[in-house]
């Protein structure tokens, strides 16, 4: 994006403060928010944030899920990996105790993965939900990426293409 060899940003990117100083974001176009994943093995074992405390917990690098781990879960220490298989993977290894992400892909790695579950904890989170981003002042464009958007969403076929394309995380 700061390159300027792209125009559009659709990725799962939740808007912040801190970001809005560089990009430019349309609304919200899904709302989730932030669970523990944990083995079903040691579900009971997560039921308040202080449970996490002298646990290993991942994030996706550069996410606020990295940013939930670093300044909530502060008993906990954070492992960053670029990528949720990643960490889903070290979770189901016991490298690491739980993962910290956003409902909708913990759902589908739940669906695909027998050995894990969302721990019944409350993940508090400011930022949560997603949205598009552009270049910041180019406010023209970022208007009718949200009349799309909104287009997309009355006609149903925003949720449709969300599912669909969440569907495609666990394959």
Known sequence: MKSGKVDLVLAGIT???????EVAFTNIYYDSHMVA?????DAGKFTSLDSFNGTNV????????????????????????????TLIL??????LDAVIMDNIAADEFVKANNDITVASVEIPSEDAGTA????????V??????EVLDQLESSGKLKESIIRNTN????
């Open 132 to 139: 598009a981003v552009a270049q910041k002042g180019n406010e």
């Open 37 to 41: 994943v944990v083995k079903k093995t």
């Open 58 to 85: 991942g994030a996706q690098k550069g996410t606020s899920q990295e940013g939930i781990v670093k300044d909530t879960l502060t008993g906990a220490t954070l492992t960053s990996q670029p990528k949720n298989p």
């Open 168 to 171: 495609l995380m666990s394959e």
């Open 90 to 95: 070290a979770l189901q290894q016991g490298k």
């Open 15 to 21: 808007p912040t403060e801190e970001r809005s100083k």
């Open 141 to 146: 464009f970022v208007q009718k990426v949200q």
